[in-house]
């Protein structure tokens, strides 16, 4: 039996998240949009020396994401409605990161890979608060 953690298909995320629909935010107690979903993102310490802002100590970031035209083609072809996506779980795995669509049917998510330096292209490129300036 296959590992389905290992068993990943590649997600662009330059297309589906690009940085000018993704912005930090302190904590998902902030207001969005309901276009928007929650994104919650785990860098490790390697990871966060290499970015040119202020990560927290816990490497936790907090974002929204305004959906795109790509990331709605991407839940049709997966047969799941953007709106049933809860969060996007994003989680350094130190060569490429693991990107998870977690959905309101807890028995089912989607899972891809997102490379290192795409990711590193979309923190550095998005809108961020104050304190990751």
Known sequence: ???????????DIKIVIPPNHFRTVESFQMHKVKAETKVEIELKDNFKQELNFK????GKLYAYFLRTQAFLELCREKNVDAEDILTIYIEDWDKNFSVIFETTDAKRE?????????MK?????????????
């Open 1 to 11: 039996m296959t590992n389905e953690r290992f068993n990943k298909s590649e997600l």
């Open 121 to 133: 292209y979309l923190l550095e490129n998005c809108c961020r608060i104050p304190e990751q300036r």
């Open 110 to 118: 989607l899972s891809f890979y997102a490379a290192r330096q795409d």
């Open 55 to 58: 990560v927290p100590w816990d």
